[in-house]
């Protein structure tokens, strides 16, 4: 037979068997005209000297069971989307195990992204190849004899997705491995079916499927190494693959659960016949989903939640976290080995009973409690807190003189070292690049000038040096932002508002009774460290001017401070001397440091925190988490957790006047002023709610396990990344409010389908942008930080630009493209997806109030233009394209030495780069998509609800459009049919 009568064959097929079940051709007759027109050179395989083999030789040439399993990963593209299932596959399908080789397929140079292990091989083909299946199978004839089965998975679908008790790397293929039996050769993921001569032809997904060494060698028999395109109603290679398996006299085994049962060689009913072309219909088994196609040109919404269900917390505040609900997420690393327990040695500057130190046991303990950790603990100094620990049944090794040394020697046998507080800069500095490379570092202080005095080569690089430093606060972070480069992390501290309310129901009057204080008196606590950084005596200080600017308080008011624990003597003595002198003695209570702070909340009407520097302090945190009313100085952190008079209230340090009168208006609402005391109660409970979605423990214990899985993978299974984008978002405090915020700016990054980009945010504006921490912190993702960079612009006007090449200069290595951007415009969720090597500049449309602006004459004026629709033609010329629509090749911007402050000073700097690469012939790869919100736009502002007001080109509410339309020369236009509301003036 040859090629040319494939459609007689068809024909012939059809006139043989007219069997027909429910008004679509059997199986039984699919399977011989799909094998009569899919086969390949069928003289040369099936029909050598002239007659058909038995299937039972074809089984008697392969050897017994037992061998290797061989996986195959054919990536396709090399465009964003393609590579990001390649990275998930390698994060959470490979596994390091003896019995599992991996094979990568590919037309393009990728071995960098490839974990270094010897089961791994990269097999570069010279070109690119269309089908699915041949690619794979051609470098398969030398090595039958060493595996047993095989797997062919394409870059064109994501997975693998398993429910949480198969959550090991080689899961997925056991369960594939099981299915095959004697008769059955192929597995597959899904039908498919497939349109030829008026009939449909059922066929396993060529994206997954599975074969054992018989299913193999009954391909390569039938040609299917060899890539065939259909042509003149021929079936191509990938269609005719499951026809030869059946007409060899083999079965098919299909993951959906609706056709599993299904015998393919009977004469049963045409499973296409239900189903729509190309797809499947309800899904009953989550086997089903186990790999989904996701890939150029392939969406699925399914896809996303399957990546949550499969993922892993990303560490920060504020992750929109609802008690154990999760929104955010990144792809989860595999390369721990299946039953490992990864060794954590944590190491604390003391065992008082301070905030670091509390933070760090009660994580261990729930590190503890999942039973994934061997987990070794050593103390710089002893301390009260050690009794703890050993209650929870961890030992605490204290260290001798020659820490280093034994921190050291406990490094070598750790995966992960964990060194905690500032204090440990020493440590650091003297630790080898090996042991670097397993190091987290963890400051929890904020007070850089004292840190930096008393270990200098803080401003040098000591703080680049270890694997990852991670702190508990992102303004904390930001004050050492010009040495991130990418190794800088952010875990908040966290509280279990369920665990602090069950602590103090019931112990209220506990407290009261103890200390001697009136049950109607009115209690102001402070907890925390006696010292000179926490201020206590400033509260004092308040306390005497309250006192005697409303003498009827004195018999009411009382403060109760604990924390006295004598790491600084010297200032406990002045509090002393100063309630001594001042004659508070009455009013005042001071008592050591305790773990057992719940009676205090208890009987607590208002907690204060004097403090002149915090990161993230606890004592706020649990006070909020009780429901008590607080007030704080407004420094670094703090303001990650009050929002002024809505979850609490501020005041500037060392600013006794405020201090002072916050004391009277709390008292006085307590004494009998109702709308004072409902003002501080809702207060309480906006703050108390904030603590429950946004600090949720879960959400920071996912965050660390990701964090040491990070650390781990760095030094023993390094995974590069591959098309990384650095976004450089420029803000202000304009972008706090009001329609287009910075908040939803960013978290239109953080649902982009494309995961694998880092962003910095830069306040490019000399006044102080205050919320910016809480914004970030509230947006919840560790991929955004805040960089603080000095002005050295001599125009203002251009400042903006200036950080930004200090920003660029502090992208990761591993970042390979640059987006440069603003903190009000918004991106489409596929726009990171956009990169591509084959373009040194990936350009897209965008939606902005320029849209033919200077086109009036064609597109109408004013309001008539944006019957258009409003997307704009990115020209990628000067003043005709947008900085934020084009992604940059930051590893070429790097060779070439780029910044922006080589151009001319003008406010054109943005649009002339452009111009200027490509004038200097870098690629451009133009995605005809309109993937951005340059706003203000219309479409966006009728998105957020506002009005568009065309003669001044802005989105204002529509309270302000109605005040608009009171003048005569203002209307709605109506003359052709808008999405959106349009204002406009009259125009002759």
Not at 508 to 515: A, V
Not at 535 to 549: P, W
Not at 692 to 719: D, G, I
Not at 923 to 943: D, G, Q, Y
Request: include cysteine; glycine fraction near 6%; proline fraction near 4%.
């Amino acid at each position: 037979m040859k090629p040319g009568s494939y459609c007689k064959c068809f024909n012939s097929a059809k006139g043989l068997r007219k069997t027909h079940v429910g008004g679509t051709v059997s199986l039984a007759v699919l399977a011989t005209f799909v094998i009569c027109i899919g086969r390949f050179n069928v003289e040369r395989v099936l029909f050598k000297n002239g007659r058909e083999p038995p299937v039972q030789d074809l089984a008697s040439q392969v050897k017994s069971k037992g061998g290797k399993i061989l996986v195959f990963y054919h990536l396709l593209r090399s465009d964003a989307r393609h590579l990001v299932n390649l990275r998930f596959f390698l994060e959470n399908g490979v596994a390091d195990h003896d019995m599992v080789d991996y094979w990568f397929v590919t037309t393009r140079g990728t071995h960098s992204v490839l974990p270094k292990r010897a089961n791994i091989k990269l097999h570069v083909l010279d070109e690119a190849c269309e089908c699915l299946t041949s690619c794979p199978l051609s470098l398969l004839s030398s090595k039958l004899i060493d595996y047993s089965h095989f797997f062919f998975i394409t870059s064109q679908v994501r997975g693998p997705f398993l429910p949480p008790h198969f959550a090991t790397s080689t899961a997925w293929i056991a369960l594939l491995v099981k299915r095959v039996k004697d008769e059955v050769k192929m597995v597959g993921a899904s039908v498919k079916c497939h349109h030829a001569n008026g009939h449909q032809i059922p066929y396993m997904n060529p994206n997954f499927f599975l074969l054992d060494r018989n299913g193999l060698e009954v391909a390569l028999g039938n040609g299917h190494d060899e890539c065939r395109r259909q042509q003149l109603g021929e079936v191509d290679s990938d269609v005719a693959l499951t026809s030869t398996i059946l007409y060899a006299g083999f079965g098919v085994g299909v993951l959906h659960k609706r056709h599993s049962n299904i015998d393919w060689n009977a004469k049963s009913k045409n499973p296409c016949e239900p189903l729509a072309d190309h797809g499947s219909e309800d899904i009953t088994s989550p086997f089903e989903v186990m790999f989904v196609e996701y890939g150029s040109n392939v969406t699925s919404p399914m896809v996303e939640n399957y990546g949550k269900w499969k993922g892993t917390k990303m560490y920060t505040v504020g992750s929109r976290i609802v008690e154990d609900g999760q929104e955010v997420f990144l792809p989860r690393r595999s390369a721990v080995p299946q039953g490992r327990h990864l060794h954590v040695h944590l190491v604390t500057h003391s065992l008082q009973m301070q905030g670091a130190p509390m933070v760090l046991y009660d994580l261990a303990t729930r590190l503890a409690v999942t039973k994934r950790y061997i987990l070794t603990v050593s103390s710089l100094h002893p301390g009260p807190f050690q009794s703890l620990w050993e209650k929870a049944g961890i030992s605490v090794q204290l260290l001798s003189d020659d820490v280093v040394t034994e921190i050291g020697l406990q490094a070598e046998k750790s995966d992960v070292t964990l060194l905690n507080t500032m204090v440990m800069a020493p440590v650091v500095k003297a630790f080898p690049p090996h042991l670097l490379r397993r190091t987290i570092w963890v400051i929890h202080e904020s007070e850089a000038r004292v840190y930096e005095e008393q270990f200098p080569d803080i401003k040098k690089d000591l703080l680049r040096k270890p694997e990852r430093v991670l702190f508990v606060s992102h303004a904390t972070r930001a004050l050492y932002s010009t040495f991130d480069y990418g190794q800088f992390r952010t875990i908040p501290n966290w509280i279990d508002v369920p665990r602090v309310q069950a602590q103090i129901a019931g112990r209220q009057g506990e407290m009261r009774r103890r200390l001697g204080i009136p049950r109607d008196a009115f209690v102001i606590t402070s907890i925390g460290t006696i010292c000179e950084r926490k201020d206590q005596i400033t509260l004092l200080i308040a306390l005497k001017r309250a006192l005697s600017s409303n003498p009827s308080l004195r018999d009411f008011v009382r403060i109760v401070i604990v924390g006295k624990d004598g790491t600084s003597v010297e200032y406990e003595e002045k509090l002393d001397n100063f309630i001594s002198k001042e004659k508070l003695g009455k009013y005042v209570h001071v008592l050591p440091a305790t773990t057992d702070v719940y009676p205090f909340f208890a009987d607590s009407n208002l907690h204060v925190s004097s403090s002149l520097v915090e990161s993230l302090p606890l004592n706020i945190m649990e006070a909020m988490a009780a429901g008590v009313p607080v007030v704080s100085t407004s420094t670094f952190g703090v303001l990650e957790l009050i929002r002024h008079k809505e979850s609490g209230v501020l005041v500037k340090p060392k600013d006794v006047k405020s201090l002072s009168q916050v004391i009277e208006h709390s008292a006085e609402g307590f004494l009998g002023n109702g709308t004072m005391q409902e003002q501080f109660l809702r207060f309480a409970k906006v703050a108390q709610n904030d603590m429950k979605e946004h600090f949720h423990p879960k959400t920071a214990m996912r965050s660390y396990e990701y964090l040491f899985r990070e650390v781990y993978n760095s030094w023993a299974n390094s995974l590069t990344h591959v098309n990384k984008v650095c976004v450089i978002v420029r803000t202000s405090d304009l972008h706090e409010d009001g329609f287009y915020r910075l908040s939803d700016m960013l978290r239109s990054l953080v649902d982009q389908e494309n995961p694998n980009w880092e962003a910095m945010v830069v306040n490019t504006e000399k006044k102080p942008f205050v919320a910016l921490p809480s914004i970030i912190g509230r947006v919840g993702d560790p991929r955004i930080r805040i960089m603080r960079l000095s002005f050295s612009a001599d125009n203002p006007m251009l400042s903006a630009f200036d950080l930004v090449d200090k920003a660029i200069s502090h992208c990761s290595l591993e970042a390979s493209w640059l987006l440069v951007t603003d903190g009000a415009y918004r991106y489409m969720p596929s726009f990171l997806s956009q990169v591509d090597s084959s373009g040194d500049i990936m350009a897209m449309d965008w939606y902005g109030h320029d849209f033919h602006a200077q086109s009036q004459a064609k597109f109408g004026r004013l309001c008539a233009r944006w019957r258009w629709e409003g997307c704009v033609d990115n020209t990628l010329r000067l003043r005709q394209t947008e900085l934020g629509a084009n992604l940059l090749n930051l590893q070429r911007w790097r060779r070439e030495n780029r910044t922006f402050a080589d151009l001319p000073q003008d406010l054109d700097q943005g649009s002339r780069m452009i111009d200027i690469l490509v004038s200097d012939e870098w690629s451009v790869v133009h995605r005809k998509m309109c993937l951005l919100h340059r706003n203000p736009n219309p479409i966006s502002c009728n998105e957020f609800g506002g009005v568009w007001l065309e003669t001044t080109h802005s989105c204002v509410t529509r309270e302000a459009g109605d005040k608009a339309l009171q003048f005569k020369s203002h209307f709605i236009y109506t003359k052709h049919r808008l999405n959106f509301t349009c204002i406009q003036e009259y125009h002759a």
